[in-house]
């Protein structure tokens, strides 16, 4: 959503008063059906808003780094599309200030499992043939993630998946602030390749068999934590986390003049 993340960095600059950010919300279509001028239904949506009288602000531009929860989340699905897919496991590890303080794991229920993703994670249409449905896994979901920073390894894939996957079953996008950690990483230390498995070698650790939602949450935590502990010192805020992490921006070419 280009244009909700326009309205985020007009907070954080603060070029924009309450009354105006509510305006601009009005006019973003995935956010149609929500009472934007309730901030609690933002937050209910994973966006730490904030308002003080006209004010407003993002509360992770407030929040030292060691006081947020972050969650780590990895999914396995059906195929790459959310449009023609669907998520058959989520899982995930919240952390606060370097500790795991919760995890969530569940598989989902699918009749159709192609046999490259059953090559690749192992998990079988036998596996998720009792699992709950796709709205209950997500509604629990949604109450776990609360308006934690979402973290991933590759964080649109697993982001945008999930979030349009919510916004079909009528739950509303994911506004939650997040990071990857490839891009993290990249920024904190030196490595020939960024992938997870390469990386588990990398630190020379192992959780597990990848692939499989839970025990790359914990890889990608791991990662996480690695980069936690190499950032300057002058990174201090959640949000300055955020912004650090992100990849630099591509200079436009001019067009050369004939």
Do not use: W
Request: charged letters at 30%; glycine letters at 6%; one cysteine or more.
């Amino acid at each position: 959503m280009k244009q909700f993340d326009y309205l985020i960095e007009k907070i954080k600059r603060g070029k924009i008063d309450k009354e105006s950010f509510i305006r601009e919300l009005k006019g973003i279509k995935s956010l149609e059906d929500v009472e934007v001028e309730d901030f609690e239904n933002l937050r209910v949506l994973g966006l730490p808003i904030v308002a003080n009288g006209e004010e407003i602000y993002i509360e992770t531009s407030k929040t030292p780094i060691k006081e947020q929860k972050f969650c780590i989340v990895d999914i396995e699905a059906s195929g790459s599309k959310p449009s023609e897919f669907q998520i058959i496991e989520i899982g995930a590890v919240m952390v606060q200030n370097g500790v795991e303080i919760d995890r969530f794991e569940s598989f989902i229920y699918t009749d159709f499992l192609p046999e490259s993703i059953t090559i690749l994670t192992g998990i079988t249409l036998e596996d998720l043939k009792d699992a709950p449905s796709l709205s209950f896994v997500l509604e629990l979901f949604r109450l776990f993630l609360s308006d934690a920073v979402f973290v991933a390894h590759n964080v649109n894939f697993d982001y945008n998946f999930i979030s349009a996957s919510m916004q079909k079953i009528g739950f509303g996008p994911l506004l939650n602030r997040k990071l990857c950690t490839i891009e993290l990483s990249k920024k904190c230390f030196e490595a020939q390749k960024y992938g997870l498995g390469f990386l588990m070698e990398f630190f020379d650790v192992s959780f597990g068999e990848q692939h499989r939602a839970l025990v790359d949450a914990k890889m990608a935590d791991f990662v996480f934590k690695q980069c936690l502990s190499t950032l300057p010192d002058e990174i201090e805020t959640t949000e300055e986390l955020i912004e650090f992490s992100r990849p630099p921006k591509k200079r436009k070419r001019k067009k050369k003049s004939i």
